[in-house]
């Protein structure tokens, strides 16, 4: 990985990148890149950490789940709301143009069931080491340990404070700045939501930030001692004050404490604590559910209940401690249940309500709702609509992505447009001396 930049902080700079995340790092190196083709200089980028790219590093398990496949027009329903502002970003540079640059750099996507696209090494290193080496070649190399306090307008841009490791407070000016900053989830890899603090100081509004893509806690959890049971596009419903308020379905993991796996994650920026969760475990409906718990009991009235669960389709232990729950003994058989104990069996089996207790924090969520207020960015080009000459990129704007690649595929759509735009800018600024 190459080394930060051990220069000092030149005094200004045509352009200044906030974030060495996958959003700053691929600003920086379309921008260098257009720049050189313009003849104009290189942006500098600042990264407040020891290491860039560190929540890039995690994403995936490691594994980086770069982008989805698909066509552009798919991804717009993938961001809760969001997509229309994405969709200049998303459509003007796409998951097959970023696994076109990926390969002419010798990195292939390959996709996985559902259509997750990984790099084919499965390390997100691979990627990092990419981006970096991409800047390095465009003479862009990330002042690490640069965290950026302030950002002030003045005359022609921008005054930057940032305390620089070994060099302490730097004052930078810039006419162009870009803040890349990240959102606030998983803050130890240096996205604590600080950029929020630099765009408000700015005059733009934020959505107020909340953990997405996070894991549901439970309040007085039955299921937890099947920790580790997943059911693959298991249908559930959200029940808020008596009603059905959505329904969705998708992948869900039992953990000790809740419900996780791509399916809640995805569901979690509409559930709310105090919410019941109503799971369908039968995966084929109450109805059809029934039709085969029944002609099992009624196949073999001396068999177990617990064995015609199984058979009409619960997993094993799943069967087994519903039938604790409905205070049903291991040997009780079907042609003893009565009808009280065989209704709560087939609703746990077909509408199981889950309490939410709440769901995880920042520290377990893997995207953050909310941030820089969307219709105060231009969708054309990410340039501030308050603030002529800032732009962003990335988490940091008001937008969080399914699980399966989205928000990553976001991160390099909004840095390839904020690219062009800012390249755009400084020929502009260049012409006009
Ligand atoms: C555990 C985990 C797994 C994930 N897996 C996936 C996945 O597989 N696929 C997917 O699409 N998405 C995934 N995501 C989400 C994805 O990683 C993020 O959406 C993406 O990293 C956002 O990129 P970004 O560049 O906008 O911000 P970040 O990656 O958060 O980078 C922001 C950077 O800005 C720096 N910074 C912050 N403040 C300052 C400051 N004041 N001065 C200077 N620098 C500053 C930070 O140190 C950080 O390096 C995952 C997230 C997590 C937490």
Redesign the pocket.
């Known amino acids: 990985m190459p080394l930060a930049d051990p220069t000092p902080l030149p005094e200004a700079a045509p352009a200044v990148i906030?974030?060495?995340?996958?959003?700053?790092?691929f600003l920086a190196a379309r921008l260098a890149a257009l720049n050189a083709t313009a003849g104009l200089p290189a942006p500098i980028l600042?990264?407040?950490?020891p290491r860039?790219?560190?929540?890039?590093l995690?994403?995936?398990?490691g594994?980086?789940?770069?982008?989805h496949a698909g066509k552009p027009e798919d991804f717009l329903d993938r961001y809760g709301g969001k997509g229309r502002f994405l969709k200049k970003a998303l459509y003007g540079f796409t998951n097959a143009e970023l696994a076109a640059w990926l390969a002419q750099r010798g990195l292939s996507l390959e996709a996985e069931e559902g259509g997750k696209l990984f790099p084919a090494s499965r390390r997100a290193l691979d990627v990092l080491e990419l981006l970096l080496a991409e800047c390095a070649s465009q003479g862009v190399v990330p002042r690490l340990g640069?965290?950026?306090?302030s950002v002030e307008r003045m005359s022609g841009g921008f005054e930057l404070r940032?305390e620089v490791a070994g060099e302490g407070a730097t004052i930078l000016r810039a006419p162009l700045v870009a803040i890349?900053?990240?959102?606030t989830?998983?803050p130890a890899?240096?996205?604590?939501g600080?950029?929020y603090a630099?765009a408000e100081s700015l005059g733009h509004r934020i959505a107020p930030p909340r953990p997405a893509?996070a894991p549901v806690i439970a309040r007085g959890f039955a299921l937890g001692s099947l920790a580790g049971v997943s059911f693959s596009g298991l249908p559930f419903a959200i029940r808020r004050g008596g009603r059905i308020a959505a329904r969705a379905s998708g992948d869900v993991l039992i953990t000790h404490v809740g419900l996780s796996g791509p399916g809640i994650l995805d569901a979690s920026r509409g559930i709310e604590a105090g919410d019941l969760l109503e799971l369908d475990f039968s995966l084929i409906g109450p109805e059809a559910f029934r039709a085969a718990f029944m002609a099992c009991a009624s196949g073999s009235p001396r068999g177990l209940v617990r064995n015609a669960l199984s058979e009409a389709g619960l997993p094993r232990r799943m069967a087994e401690l519903f039938c604790s729950i409905a205070g049903l003994g291991a040997e009780a058989a079907c042609a003893d249940l009565g009808r009280a104990p065989r209704e709560g069996l087939l609703r746990l089996a077909t509408a199981c309500p889950v309490e939410v207790d709440r769901l995880g924090g920042f520290d377990e969520?893997?995207?953050t709702a909310g941030g820089v207020e969307l219709s105060e960015v231009s969708p054309s080009t990410m340039e501030s609509r308050i603030a002529p000459g800032l732009y962003f990129?990335?988490?940091?704007l008001d937008y969080d992505?399914d699980?399966?690649?989205?928000?990553?595929?976001?991160?390099f759509s909004t840095?390839d447009l904020a690219a062009r735009s800012i390249s755009r800018a400084m020929a502009g600024l260049a012409s006009t001396g």
Request: charge should be positive.
């Open positions: 906030v974030g060495g995340g996958p959003a700053g790092l600042l990264e407040k950490g860039p790219g560190r929540k890039l995690a994403s995936g398990s594994r980086c789940n770069i982008s640069a965290r950026v306090a940032a890349a900053t990240g959102g989830s998983y890899t240096g996205s604590a600080e950029g630099l893509l969520a893997m995207a990129a990335g988490e940091v992505g699980t399966g690649g989205f928000n990553l595929q976001a991160a840095a």
